[in-house]
């Protein structure tokens, strides 16, 4: 039985789907079981509960084999990251009174910094705050996602594909969520191992690229065209993050643009991508289409 945190998003339902796929069994802990009904119908087992709560969390680590572990994405934190800060302390208690055989922990590229990383400071706290746990863990350090750029389907039928990555030349590491959980769910059913690792997972891609294969799927020339730095703020607003909250965010694009997400991190294992961009494109367009 393996315990997968963040089952209803993408990368917690990737990993649940490798596994079940694997004849494992599977937990989930989910706030609400109705919005989970599709994984029960799967046989998966839901426990009621948040990860806001160290107790939920306690209940749904007993008796497992292993677990993945992520911190919700919060696009717009507070200045002291406090939301992830609260999460992470309910880890570590749960972790500390139910201890279990192994631990995947999703981290990110950049988490090997503790200053200038924006948004991915969440996952450097989590990988800290991780170091006195004794348990066999592995950070799953991922790239940035493919699927950040599925608003292209819709805003490149003009040709243009406007990406923060600047210069769009640039390589940075980028993975599908797909090869992801497909990692994790190795690391968890696979092979055990002592202490603890880190895995950087995804491949040196630039947005040029990118949309060179989004060019292929929508079958017309795109090009991706650089935000100018003066419009990120009301760009991240058409996003979605409330005005006035996209610091964070901007200061990780920043890091990203300068090198912080760059593979070859001293002491780190390496598995590359195995999904292009295209199939991430051309999956979401069947899936728009049916």
Do not use: C
């Not at 980028?174 to 059913?189: F, K, Y």
């Amino acid at each position: 039985m393996f315990l997968v945190m963040g089952i209803t998003g993408k990368v917690g339902g990737a990993t649940a789907t490798h596994l079940l796929t694997q004849g494992r069994k599977v937990r989930a802990l989910v706030r609400d079981p109705a919005k989970a009904a599709s994984w029960a119908d799967q046989g998966v087992e839901l426990v009621e509960g948040d990860w806001n709560d160290a107790a939920s969390v306690e209940r749904a680590l007993r008796a497992v084999d292993g677990a993945f572990v992520m911190l919700p994405p919060i696009w717009a934190p507070s200045p002291d990251f406090r939301e992830a800060k609260g999460v992470i302390a309910n880890y570590v208690e749960a972790l500390t009174h139910v201890p279990v055989p192994r631990v995947v922990a999703l981290s990110s590229m950049g988490a090997n910094r503790t200053s200038g990383m924006g948004l991915i400071t969440a996952l450097s706290l989590l990988e800290q705050a991780f170091r006195d746990l004794t348990m066999p863990i592995a950070y799953a350090r991922a790239g940035a996602f493919f699927e950040n750029y599925l608003y292209g389907l819709h805003v490149a039928q003009g040709g243009t594909l406007p990406v923060f990555n600047d210069p769009t030349h640039r390589k940075s590491t980028m993975v599908a969520t797909n090869d992801v959980g497909a990692e994790i769910a190795s690391l968890l059913s696979g092979p055990a191992w002592l202490g603890h690792r880190i895995i950087e997972l995804g491949s040196m891609l630039s947005a040029d690229e990118v949309a060179a294969q989004l060019s292929e799927v929508m079958k017309r020339d795109v090009k991706a065209i650089a935000v100018p730095r003066a419009d990120w703020p009301h760009t991240f607003e058409q996003f979605g993050i409330p005005k006035g909250k996209s610091a964070p965010a901007e200061t990780m694009y920043e890091a990203v643009n300068a090198g912080g997400m760059d593979l070859g991190v001293v002491g780190t294992e390496h598995v590359p991508s195995a999904t292009p961009a295209r199939d991430v494109f051309a999956a979401a367009q069947r899936a728009t289409a049916a």
